[in-house]
């Protein structure tokens, strides 16, 4: 429980007057982990609301409540007495077997329950405690809510809506497909979030629970995500809808207190049957239509009239992966270092350089290097991808350093796709490769985003002991994103933390990102790690890094990349 190593401090003026800022409270409210901090007297000070929501109480808690009210735990065998269990007396609960959390609606969670006590530097002591769910728990309360109304699941509604699709080319008949998104608008500079910030959500959910009906079948597939499938109906008759539905939204789902979220409603829509598409192609093609509609904020509702949209990715990545086929057999793919530049002032510091991988087109434009692991990834190509980067890069790193044209003491950072992490032989491959290269192994390190590495955590943590024990370094990239947990930082052997690129350009202007930027940093140098920031185009956003104490940018400011 690597968060729990370091004592908080309270930070102090900003721009707008006194403040009274805690990073790791901040921390806290970014993590995916549920954090709760106790005085000496296991009185509640605060608590995220990843804790709030995992012991079913949304509203905002007083401080003072006893630990042990807010969060009973009991033992895995049951609630007989002597086996009940308190956070009052951590000392009694093993770190390593889960206990049973209460919810306010009688379900019992199993969690790890880790703490550290702590020590303030004005004398004061407390606990802090980090819960963490024996499964995926979290994205199961972030659809759930007490007072929410239930609907289909996405594996429901896709079976429903290929029923559909069959009788509608059986038949003729024609419906129509609606995918409807109202996401809010991103306000990272509120920590303390309330009730107050879902109640416009929670309308949503009742709006749309209102609007089922037997022509309609309607399904949630993510928090302020849903899609609504109307039986026998023409385009123009969706389009009818989905204003109303536009309306109403507007009526009961804005909030007109500046301090809560704002939320706008997004509908994209297609018809049923849409040429030669399943089930699983046109909710995708559906979700398309819905991110047109957002990126044109006057319009609000895209009527996708033909499946232009996904039948010309498909086309598109099948034309990539037949160029990247002949690529790999051809040794055609590009290869280039992005710079590092060390912002930190130390006694020595190393030259790193990213690996990064260009493709062309038959045009000869560069594939987005997004849109091509997207495309390796379907046609399952990722990992020899890797394989193919991996052994040309030790190749030329090889060359480049016996040349001179490069530092002998360098380090050369190869990034890694999930696809790598669960395949049972790339350990050995990789081990292989980094001893025939003839480079020390600490020179080469291999990079993982920080979500992939927590999906595949057992797979992860095998590989990058793996390869640590030979010498190589590991970096962990996206730390800090929205589904980071730093409870995890501590089982995953990393030796550099590469900051989410939206928390990097944030931490001039707002406050909260420059608190989590500052926490990350403290926690990296308790841990004995190195911290890295993405994309930092800017010379004020540099400056702000310097002083916040970073190692290492990446970005333009770095300088242009050079053809490996």
């Not at 007989?80 to 956070?87: F, K, M, N």
């Not at 009730?195 to 309607?218: S, V, W, Y």
């Not at 970005?555 to 990349?561: C, R, S």
């Amino acid at each position: 429980m690597a968060l729990t190593h370091a004592t908080t401090e309270r930070r102090g003026q900003d721009q707008g007057g006194a403040l009274s800022l805690d990073p790791f409270e901040a921390l806290a409210q970014l993590t995916r982990d549920a954090v709760v901090r106790v005085n000496q007297r296991f009185e509640l000070l605060w608590a995220n609301r990843r804790a709030r929501t995992l012991v079913g109480q949304s509203d905002s808690i007083r401080q003072g409540v006893p630990i042990d009210d807010f969060l009973p735990i009991s033992s895995v065998e049951g609630e007989r007495p002597g086996l009940v269990l308190r956070l009052s007396d951590p000392e009694t609960i093993r770190q390593d077997i889960p206990v049973l959390l209460r919810h306010s609606s009688g379900r019992r969670v199993p969690i790890h329950v880790k703490w550290q006590a702590l020590a303030e530097n004005d004398g004061s002591s407390g606990w802090l405690f980090v819960l963490e769910p024996t499964y995926d728990e979290w994205r199961t309360q972030l659809l759930q809510n007490a007072d929410a109304p239930a609907f289909m699941a996405r594996g429901d509604f896709l079976q429903s809506l290929s029923d559909s699709l069959s009788s509608a080319q059986l038949d003729g008949r024609h419906h129509a497909l609606l995918y409807l998104s109202a996401p809010a608008r991103r306000t990272r500079g509120q920590l303390q979030r309330t009730a107050a910030n879902d109640e416009p959500l929670l309308q949503f959910c009742k709006l749309m629970h209102g609007e089922q009906r037997n022509d309609r079948t309607i399904a949630r597939m993510q928090v302020d995500e849903f899609v609504m499938l109307l039986h026998d109906s023409s385009l123009q008759q969706a389009e009818v809808c989905a204003r109303g539905l536009s309306r109403e939204f507007g009526l009961a789902c804005t909030d007109p207190d500046p301090d809560v979220p704002q939320r706008s409603l997004h509908i994209g829509i297609i018809a049923v049957p849409n040429c030669e598409l399943d089930a699983p192609a046109l909710l995708q093609e559906a979700f398309d239509a819905s991110l047109q509609a957002r990126d044109e904020p006057s319009q609000r509702i895209c009527v996708m009239r033909s499946a232009s949209t996904t039948l010309r990715r498909r086309r598109e990545e099948i034309g990539w992966m037949g160029a990247l086929s002949r690529a790999l057999d051809s040794d055609g793919v590009s290869l280039s270092l992005e710079p590092l530049i060390a912002v930190r002032p130390r006694t020595a510091c190393r030259a790193i350089f990213a690996v990064r991988a260009r493709l062309d087109d038959e045009s000869g434009d560069e594939i987005p290097n997004h849109r091509l692991i997207a495309a390796a990834e379907r046609f399952q190509l990722l990992s020899t991808l890797d394989r193919w980067i991996v052994t040309h890069s030790l190749r030329a790193m090889s060359t480049l350093t016996t040349s001179g044209q490069i530092g002998a003491d360098s380090i050369f950072a190869i990034a890694l796709s999930t696809a790598s992490l669960a395949e049972p032989a790339m350990l050995a491959f990789l081990r292989r490769r980094v001893l025939e290269s003839g480079l020390p192994a600490e020179r080469v390190c291999f990079e993982v985003k920080a979500t992939n590495a927590l999906a595949n955590a057992l797979f992860a943590t095998r590989l990058f002991a793996g390869l640590r024990q030979i010498g190589c370094r590991i970096a962990l990239d996206d730390v800090g994103g929205a589904e980071s947990s730093f409870g995890h930082l501590k089982d995953l052997p990393v030796h550099y933390l590469k900051i989410d690129a939206e928390l990097v350009r944030g931490v001039v202007r707002q406050r909260s990102d420059r608190a989590m930027v500052e926490a990350i940093q403290r926690l990296a140098t308790v841990m004995s790690l190195e911290t890295i920031a993405n994309e930092v185009d800017d010379e004020t956003v540099l400056a702000c890094l310097t002083e916040i104490g970073l190692d290492y940018v990446q970005g333009k400011v770095a300088g242009e990349a050079l053809p490996l």
